[in-house]
């Protein structure tokens, strides 16, 4: 069955630093999502990624954040300036079509920053 | 408002229980209804989703929607051990003109051997 495969699954960062989680999504889906869940708390929508353009963001995607899709299969979300309360589980997921149905997600990446 | 409730439990049922899981929400624009199962450290997996209201059946899982009242059950039949997760209930509509995908808080189910 096809997957949404996440890297790494868990990194550890220092405050201030930049860094880079990486997805490679299924390969016919046209949607791509980045979100993220703090230990113990509901997952939070970051951003939508259609058409090689944001399609949209919550306000948790301010400017630290940015995604890419350099290559046409990995999808990539950068945070630039590291803080501790962007320690979470970050969860990637793709879908054919946007209406929430269907996603299927990746195993996620579990970002400590120390 | 953009709100969903669900009781964080955790509920713990002996093996072979029927469990019943349930989300309410506010907003008559959510359209569609899914549950999603995410065992510990892992992503979340579509269990079932349901396009407006009514009832949707697979294997020992069932998903009921009652537009009128807002309300959106899970019931696992059968249960086993392994069905022990968190099992997230989340729904999408057109909200600010965009479709949004909102989440309930998750209810960590026990199946007790």
């Known amino acids: 069955e096809p997957e949404v495969t996440q890297t790494p699954s868990h990194q550890v960062t220092q405050m201030g630093q930049e860094v880079i989680l990486r997805c490679v999504p299924i390969?016919?889906?046209?949607?791509f999502y980045w979100y993220r869940q703090i230990l113990g708390q509901k997952v939070e929508f970051l951003v939508s990624f259609y058409n090689n353009e944001i399609s949209e963001k919550s306000e948790i995607f301010d400017d630290q954040f940015s995604v890419e899709r350099p290559d046409g299969s990995n999808f990539t979300l950068k945070i630039r300036s590291t803080k501790l309360e962007d320690s979470a589980m970050y969860f990637c997921a793709s879908s054919q079509r946007d209406r929430g149905q269907g996603y299927t997600f990746g195993s996620g990446t579990r970002l400590t920053v120390v | 408002q953009k709100e969903v409730e669900q009781d964080p439990g955790p509920l713990s049922v002996p093996e072979g229980a029927i469990v019943s899981l349930n989300c309410t929400y506010s907003n008559s624009a959510f359209q569609y209804f899914m549950w999603y199962r995410q065992y510990s450290r892992k992503g979340p997996e579509l269990l079932m989703y349901?396009?407006s209201s009514g009832n949707k059946e697979d294997g020992r899982f069932t998903a009921q929607v009652d537009k009128s009242s807002k309300y959106i059950s899970l019931f696992i039949r059968d249960s086993q051990p392994s069905d022990s997760a968190t099992y997230l209930c989340?729904?999408?509509?057109?909200?600010?003109?965009?479709?949004?995908?909102?989440w309930g808080a998750g209810t960590k189910l026990i199946i007790k051997p």
């Open positions: 349901t396009y």
């Open positions: 390969s016919n889906h046209l949607y």
């Open positions: 989340a729904m999408s509509g057109r909200l600010d003109s965009n479709y949004q995908l909102i």
